[in-house]
């Protein structure tokens, strides 16, 4: 009598057993993909299952030299190495690619009000934060110096020939707050070409989901403690979004007590204030990466309203420790705190 109920059973659970094993089968046996690579300063990882998952990594981390070779300000041959080199005295044809970045960052600059402004070259140079073996806080003259070559509204674009011109000598472009964000969408954006359904880029706090994670739920993404960086603050669930961080702990010195970090209010010449770290989540990564510099730059309480209006989640942790968020934000991504 057992037996014949245990066989019954056996019977009818098959074709059951059969179908959860074809539907689950790509995406619980099949190994990941992945190649790391250190590239635009910072260690990438770009992880992709699936059959296609082995030439879609492959393509998708050559992204990120690509992307360094046109709009790093450290390159003597980029573009906005080129531009910078002509400032006060000639237009600069740059590719398509640079052209774009910079109009969205010219946009975002104008948005912001000047909290982000992609011409922080002057500034960025003057602190060489992160670049110096013996950093200082700079002179205030050299400073007000500095400050006074920042200025969004002096940058000429012309799009018919794609063509730029920064209108004083000693102007700079940087494009540092948002040239990470872009590699990291155009990457994405190679796995999903291929057809990856499930993938993850990390590029060193900008991080694409591709999908959802292969056993069908949410990708978890940690988002960094800002005072102690081998550990997470906790972990938010997303599939198919764009994760991105900008930090005071990521490149940083500390003199006196103080932290000086590499993120400069174009307003006081100095660190910005207010905040430890800003998390923008957008479907966008460009977008993400250029949000979360200017939050970081506007501070909890007017980041928080800018990042409403375009309608982004942000999380922040402000300068004494505390989280603060968009309104929703824990409705819509589960959110676990670390340890
Ligand atoms: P992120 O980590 O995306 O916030 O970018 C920080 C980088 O953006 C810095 O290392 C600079 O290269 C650049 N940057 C710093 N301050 C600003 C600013 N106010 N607006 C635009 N870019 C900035
Ligand atoms: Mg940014």
Not at 277 to 282: E, H, L, M
Not at 299 to 305: D, I
């Given at each position: 009598?057992?037996?014949?109920?245990?066989?019954?059973?056996?019977?009818?659970?098959?074709?059951?057993?059969?179908?959860?094993?074809?539907?689950?089968?790509?995406?619980?046996?099949?190994?990941?993909?992945?190649?790391?690579?250190?590239?635009?300063?910072?260690v990438?990882?770009?992880?992709?299952?699936?059959?296609?998952?082995?030439?879609?990594?492959?393509?998708?981390?050559?992204?990120?030299?690509?992307?360094?070779?046109?709009?790093?300000?450290?390159?003597?041959?980029?573009?906005?190495?080129?531009?910078?080199?002509?400032?006060?005295?000639?237009?600069?044809?740059?590719?398509?690619?640079?052209?774009?970045?910079?109009?969205?960052?010219?946009?975002?600059?104008?948005?912001?009000?000047?909290?982000?402004?992609?011409?922080?070259?002057?500034?960025?140079?003057?602190?060489?934060?992160?670049?110096?073996?013996n950093p200082?806080?700079?002179?205030?003259?050299?400073?007000?110096?500095?400050?006074?070559?920042?200025?969004?509204?002096?940058?000429?674009?012309?799009?018919?020939?794609?063509?730029?011109?920064?209108?004083?000598?000693?102007?700079?472009?940087?494009?540092?707050?948002?040239?990470?964000g872009?590699?990291?969408?155009?990457a994405?954006?190679?796995?999903?070409?291929?057809?990856?359904?499930?993938?993850?880029?990390?590029?060193?706090g900008?991080?694409?989901?591709?999908?959802?994670?292969?056993?069908?739920?949410?990708?978890?993404?940690?988002?960094?403690?800002?005072?102690?960086?081998?550990?997470?603050?906790?972990?938010?669930?997303?599939?198919?979004?764009?994760?991105?961080?900008?930090?005071?702990?990521?490149?940083y010195?500390?003199?006196?007590?103080?932290?000086?970090?590499?993120?400069?209010?174009?307003?006081?010449?100095?660190?910005?204030?207010?905040?430890?770290?800003?998390?923008?989540?957008?479907?966008?990564?460009?977008?993400?990466?250029l949000?979360?510099t200017?939050?970081?730059?506007?501070?909890?309480?007017?980041?928080?309203?800018?990042?409403?209006?375009?309608?982004?989640?942000?999380?922040?942790?402000?300068?004494?420790?505390?989280?603060?968020?968009?309104?929703?934000?824990?409705?819509?991504?589960?959110?676990?705190?670390?340890?």
């Amino acid at each position: 009598m057992f037996f014949a109920l245990r066989s019954r059973r056996a019977h009818t659970a098959l074709p059951l057993l059969f179908f959860v094993i074809a539907v689950t089968l790509p995406g619980c046996t099949a190994q990941p993909v992945s190649e790391t690579l250190f590239s635009m300063d910072t260690v990438i990882t770009v992880t992709a299952y699936g059959p296609r998952a082995k030439a879609a990594v492959a393509e998708a981390v050559r992204v990120f030299d690509h992307v360094d070779t046109l709009m790093s300000a450290y390159r003597n041959t980029s573009d906005v190495a080129r531009v910078n080199r002509l400032a006060g005295s000639g237009w600069v044809t740059v590719s398509s690619e640079t052209f774009s970045v910079l109009t969205s960052a010219l946009a975002m600059a104008r948005q912001s009000g000047g909290a982000f402004d992609p011409t922080i070259g002057p500034l960025v140079r003057l602190w060489g934060i992160g670049a110096r073996k013996n950093p200082a806080v700079p002179r205030p003259d050299a400073i007000r110096s500095a400050m006074s070559k920042v200025s969004y509204r002096r940058v000429k674009v012309d799009p018919v020939a794609r063509r730029v011109f920064l209108e004083e000598p000693g102007m700079a472009l940087d494009l540092g707050g948002v040239a990470k964000g872009y590699a990291a969408g155009k990457a994405a954006e190679v796995l999903r070409r291929h057809g990856v359904k499930h993938g993850l880029i990390d590029a060193g706090g900008n991080i694409v989901a591709v999908g959802q994670h292969p056993e069908g739920r949410p990708w978890n993404v940690g988002i960094r403690n800002p005072r102690n960086t081998g550990a997470v603050l906790g972990m938010v669930t997303v599939s198919n979004m764009a994760v991105v961080t900008s930090g005071d702990y990521e490149r940083y010195f500390i003199l006196n007590g103080r932290r000086y970090h590499h993120i400069l209010d174009p307003r006081t010449g100095y660190p910005a204030q207010g905040m430890r770290s800003v998390t923008i989540i957008a479907p966008s990564s460009m977008q993400a990466d250029l949000m979360s510099t200017a939050v970081f730059v506007l501070g909890p309480e007017r980041g928080l309203r800018f990042a409403g209006r375009f309608e982004v989640d942000a999380l922040i942790v402000d300068s004494s420790g505390g989280l603060r968020t968009t309104p929703g934000f824990f409705a819509r991504y589960h959110w676990q705190p670390g340890q």
